[in-house]
């Protein structure tokens, strides 16, 4: 098992409360304003762009996807790609350790991770600390407690290991229902000025569904994003015909501060 390594720093540690944070998250004036039902029928998103800072920060906007993602119905599993904040361990890594929440255990796709693992190293230690994957998960578990998923941590984001683990991820999905999840903030401590400028030249380009020019842009302007492969690496897997930028936010529309973190939440539909 991999234990919670942010539960009670990130978002609260019973259970209960984790289930009034994440409500909260949808009720708040930031958010989507209303808790969705999870819906059945024919699904349109297979990829998303989520922030993972604390839920007070960045949660109402985290909503946003997770409304839609409600709305659109439940794939049969998740994937889900943050980056390797602290660099431990592989350079990009799965791991076939079932990660548990105050909600639960969310059980881990092994025939994702079987094919993925000719590819990928599978080491638990690269995700012993990454918090940018275990915040997602209460988020999917409101709404199912039974859905699996495929952890992706990634230390090395340049464009050709993203473009690779894509062409991977892609094979190892084959004709599946799979949502592709990719967990990044963006722009890290400017002006709330400089986040929004320079985040909307990053989005433009995911919005064009071009992972080339996700890098480029992030690269040539130095935006200060810590999640660019995993976005890279779920367009290249996903493909999509469209994508959609359901809110842009920052940790200073929560509280007033001169120095913000950048949050926006994407959808990519077939």
Same mark, same amino acid.
């Given at each position: 098992?991999?234990?919670?390594?942010?539960?009670?720093?990130?978002?609260?540690?019973?259970? !209960?409360?984790?289930?009034?944070?994440?409500?909260? %998250?949808?009720?708040?004036?930031?958010?989507?304003?209303?808790?969705?039902?999870? !819906?059945?029928?024919?699904?349109?998103?297979?990829?998303?762009?989520?922030? +993972?800072?604390?839920?007070?920060?960045?949660?109402?906007?985290?909503?946003?996807?997770?409304?839609?993602?409600?709305?659109?119905?439940?794939?049969?599993?998740?994937?889900?790609?943050?980056?390797? +904040?602290?660099?431990?361990?592989?350079?990009?890594?799965?791991?076939?350790?079932?990660?548990? /929440?105050?909600?639960?255990?969310? &059980?881990?796709?092994?025939?994702?991770?079987?094919?993925?693992?000719?590819?990928?190293?599978?080491?638990?230690?690269?995700?012993?600390?990454?918090?940018?994957?275990?915040?997602?998960?209460?988020?999917?578990?409101?709404?199912?407690?039974?859905?699996?998923?495929?952890?992706?941590?990634?230390?090395?984001?340049?464009?050709? /290991?993203?473009?690779?683990?894509?062409? +991977?991820?892609?094979?190892?999905?084959?004709?599946?229902?799979?949502?592709?999840?990719?967990?990044?903030?963006?722009?890290?401590?400017?002006?709330?000025?400089?986040?929004?400028?320079?985040?909307? &030249?990053?989005?433009?380009?995911?919005?064009?569904?071009?992972?080339?020019?996700?890098?480029?842009?992030?690269?040539?302007?130095?935006?200060?994003? %810590?999640?660019?492969?995993?976005?890279?690496?779920?367009?290249? !897997?996903?493909?999509?015909?469209? !994508?959609?930028?359901? &809110?842009?936010?920052?940790?200073?529309?929560?509280?007033?501060?001169?120095?913000?973190?950048?949050?926006?939440?994407?959808?990519?539909?077939?």
């Amino acid at each position: 098992m991999r234990h919670p390594a942010v539960a009670g720093k990130f978002y609260p540690r019973r259970e !209960a409360d984790v289930m009034e944070a994440v409500e909260k %998250c949808f009720l708040s004036p930031l958010g989507p304003g209303e808790i969705p039902k999870l !819906a059945k029928g024919e699904r349109k998103i297979v990829g998303a762009v989520v922030p +993972h800072a604390g839920y007070e920060f960045s949660g109402p906007v985290a909503a946003h996807v997770y409304a839609e993602l409600a709305k659109d119905g439940f794939p049969e599993a998740f994937v889900i790609i943050g980056p390797n +904040h602290g660099g431990m361990g592989s350079f990009v890594a799965i791991t076939t350790e079932d990660f548990v /929440t105050p909600l639960g255990t969310c &059980k881990i796709d092994k025939e994702m991770a079987s094919k993925m693992e000719c590819w990928v190293e599978d080491d638990p230690f690269a995700h012993q600390h990454e918090h940018s994957i275990e915040v997602q998960l209460p988020f999917i578990q409101y709404f199912d407690r039974n859905v699996k998923f495929l952890p992706i941590t990634m230390a090395m984001q340049d464009y050709d /290991t993203a473009k690779e683990v894509g062409t +991977h991820l892609r094979s190892a999905i084959g004709t599946r229902d799979v949502v592709v999840i990719a967990s990044t903030d963006f722009s890290h401590y400017v002006t709330e000025q400089k986040a929004r400028t320079e985040d909307m &030249k990053v989005i433009d380009q995911i919005l064009a569904l071009n992972p080339r020019g996700v890098y480029e842009t992030v690269i040539r302007r130095d935006v200060s994003m %810590c999640g660019y492969g995993p976005v890279m690496t779920m367009l290249e !897997a996903v493909g999509g015909s469209e !994508a959609k930028l359901l &809110k842009y936010g920052t940790s200073g529309d929560a509280y007033p501060m001169p120095e913000v973190v950048g949050y926006g939440g994407i959808v990519v539909r077939r």
